[in-house]
């Protein structure tokens, strides 16, 4: 017992010279005449601090975090030492660097000569695409924020959105938990500053109809006929990701990410339909290799979205979703797209891809004709000319049996 009492004894005194080897914090002394933050959107977010400390300062910092990021950023303002300090500090933004809604905490940290630190109180702000007008609508963890329209149409759109969630529960086992917000702009323009730059060919070529901008925030194109179906496939991409995260996780092949997304839609739209069709017929499908990467051409877009729909769809339909949850599982797990796909359904990618090719080819096999007799069956013309042959024939018989 002696013993221990001689171990505490000693941890208490070396826990005691270790806190007089660190440097004082002192919140008491320090006065903020101003602390105060202002931004633009998509172009600056501005911070600064006038205060007066006891003791002449020499180092100042500003810390922050961004949502629910555990990440302390730290950036080193321009000031001039003293007691009295003004720092200030410019963020440069630019289109998509910050989604809407990001909730920004910071504070600032100074460092006396001596050592002494001060740190001011903690602020938040929530940094909004200011340059609308937002209305909102909230129902369980799904928030929609609109600025033009009718309340009954962003009312369908929440629905919709959770009728999405369900649905990808229900045919493909995810579970999403939110919370979600969900920006609609009325214009491809006023949605152009909210998301990041791709290339400008890409940019030009297309139209951006969704995306995801943060963990928990989703933009779409109020404009687009199908803003549904839109609203289904960026709320997949989101649960996909939240359930499946993991600190040794590897990212999902691209095929199978979008065509999860696809697959929340519902059924395949008829413009990629048609261009899986076209493909199929003139041996021109991209490969399940390709698929896992980006295809950057744009006018491969429709087709790569309308095959990632169709892989998914052939493992679930022939595999089952209980095996592309393990499928899912073995990414969040650090496995790769090889050894996932060897471990869960014992193929290697080519082998995939051959049986998938098969899939498609005995899809678009059309189906059986009905026996026909054979001789040609007669067009509605012919039928009408037979129809007169035969009374014609029909008078000459009886003009034959009358004589």
Same mark, same amino acid.
């Given at each position: 017992?002696?013993?221990?009492?001689?171990?505490?004894?000693?941890?208490?005194?070396?826990?005691?010279?270790?806190?007089?080897?660190?440097?004082?914090?002192?919140?008491?002394?320090?006065?903020?005449?101003?602390?105060?933050?202002?931004?633009?959107? &998509?172009?600056?977010?501005?911070?600064?601090?006038?205060?007066?400390?006891?003791?002449?300062?020499?180092?100042?910092?500003?810390?922050?975090?961004?949502?629910?990021?555990?990440?302390?950023?730290?950036?080193?303002?321009?000031? #001039?030492?003293?007691?009295?300090?003004? &720092?200030?500090?410019?963020?440069?933004?630019?289109?998509?660097?910050?989604?809407?809604?990001?909730?920004?905490?910071?504070?600032?940290?100074?460092?006396?000569?001596?050592?002494?630190?001060?740190?001011? $109180?903690?602020?938040?702000?929530?940094? $909004?695409?200011?340059?609308?007008?937002?209305?909102?609508?909230?129902?369980?963890?799904? #928030?929609?924020?609109?600025?033009?329209?009718?309340?009954?149409?962003?009312?369908?759109?929440? $629905?919709?959105?959770?009728?999405?969630?369900?649905?990808?529960?229900?045919?493909?086992?995810?579970?999403?938990?939110?919370?979600?917000?969900?920006?609609?702009?009325?214009?491809?323009?006023?949605?152009?500053?909210?998301?990041?730059?791709?290339?400008?060919?890409?940019?030009?070529?297309?139209?951006?109809?969704?995306?995801?901008?943060?963990?928990?925030?989703?933009?779409?194109?109020?404009?687009?006929?199908?803003?549904?179906?839109?609203? &289904?496939?960026?709320?997949?991409?989101?649960?996909?990701?939240?359930?499946?995260?993991?600190?040794?996780?590897?990212?999902?092949?691209?095929?199978?990410?979008?065509?999860?997304?696809?697959? &929340?839609?519902?059924?395949?739209?008829?413009?990629?339909?048609?261009?899986?069709?076209?493909?199929?017929?003139?041996?021109?499908?991209?490969?399940?290799?390709?698929?896992?990467?980006?295809?950057?051409?744009?006018?491969?877009?429709?087709?790569?979205?309308?095959?990632?729909?169709?892989?998914?769809?052939?493992?679930?339909?022939?595999?089952?979703? $209980?095996?592309?949850?393990?499928?899912?599982?073995?990414?969040?797990?650090?496995?790769?797209?090889?050894?996932?796909?060897?471990?869960?359904?014992?193929? #290697?990618?080519?082998?995939?891809?051959?049986?998938?090719?098969?899939?498609?080819?005995?899809?678009?096999?059309?189906?059986?004709?009905?026996?026909?007799?054979?001789?040609?069956?007669?067009?509605?013309?012919?039928?009408?000319?037979?129809?007169?042959?035969? #009374?014609?024939?029909?008078?000459?018989?009886?003009?034959?049996?009358?004589?």
């Amino acid at each position: 017992m002696s013993r221990w009492k001689s171990w505490i004894k000693w941890a208490w005194i070396l826990l005691f010279v270790f806190l007089l080897t660190l440097p004082a914090l002192a919140q008491e002394g320090l006065k903020v005449e101003a602390n105060e933050y202002s931004y633009e959107f &998509a172009k600056s977010i501005n911070f600064r601090l006038v205060a007066e400390a006891p003791k002449p300062i020499s180092r100042v910092f500003l810390l922050y975090t961004l949502s629910q990021s555990s990440v302390v950023h730290k950036q080193t303002p321009q000031f #001039t030492p003293g007691t009295r300090i003004e &720092a200030s500090w410019k963020w440069e933004l630019g289109r998509g660097a910050l989604a809407p809604g990001t909730l920004i905490k910071y504070y600032w940290r100074l460092e006396a000569q001596d050592g002494t630190i001060f740190k001011t $109180e903690p602020i938040s702000f929530r940094y $909004e695409d200011n340059r609308f007008k937002w209305r909102s609508l909230q129902s369980g963890f799904i #928030t929609l924020y609109w600025y033009k329209g009718t309340e009954d149409s962003a009312r369908n759109l929440l $629905e919709a959105a959770q009728k999405a969630l369900e649905r990808l529960k229900e045919d493909v086992g995810i579970e999403f938990q939110g919370p979600v917000n969900i920006y609609v702009y009325a214009s491809r323009g006023d949605m152009r500053e909210a998301i990041p730059p791709r290339s400008q060919t890409f940019d030009e070529a297309t139209v951006t109809l969704g995306m995801v901008l943060s963990e928990d925030t989703v933009v779409v194109l109020g404009t687009d006929p199908n803003l549904d179906k839109t609203i &289904a496939h960026e709320l997949s991409h989101l649960a996909v990701g939240k359930a499946f995260e993991s600190p040794l996780s590897s990212p999902l092949p691209r095929w199978l990410d979008e065509g999860l997304a696809m697959y &929340a839609e519902g059924e395949l739209p008829p413009r990629n339909a048609l261009a899986l069709e076209e493909a199929i017929r003139e041996g021109k499908l991209i490969s399940v290799r390709s698929l896992s990467g980006y295809v950057g051409e744009p006018e491969k877009v429709d087709l790569f979205y309308a095959e990632a729909y169709s892989l998914v769809e052939f493992l679930l339909k022939e595999y089952g979703k $209980e095996k592309m949850l393990e499928f899912l599982s073995e990414f969040a797990n650090g496995s790769t797209q090889e050894e996932a796909l060897e471990k869960v359904y014992g193929l #290697t990618l080519d082998e995939l891809d051959a049986k998938w090719r098969n899939y498609l080819m005995q899809k678009s096999t059309p189906a059986p004709r009905p026996f026909t007799p054979p001789f040609p069956c007669p067009s509605s013309l012919g039928l009408v000319a037979a129809g007169a042959l035969g #009374t014609w024939l029909l008078q000459q018989k009886r003009k034959e049996s009358k004589g």
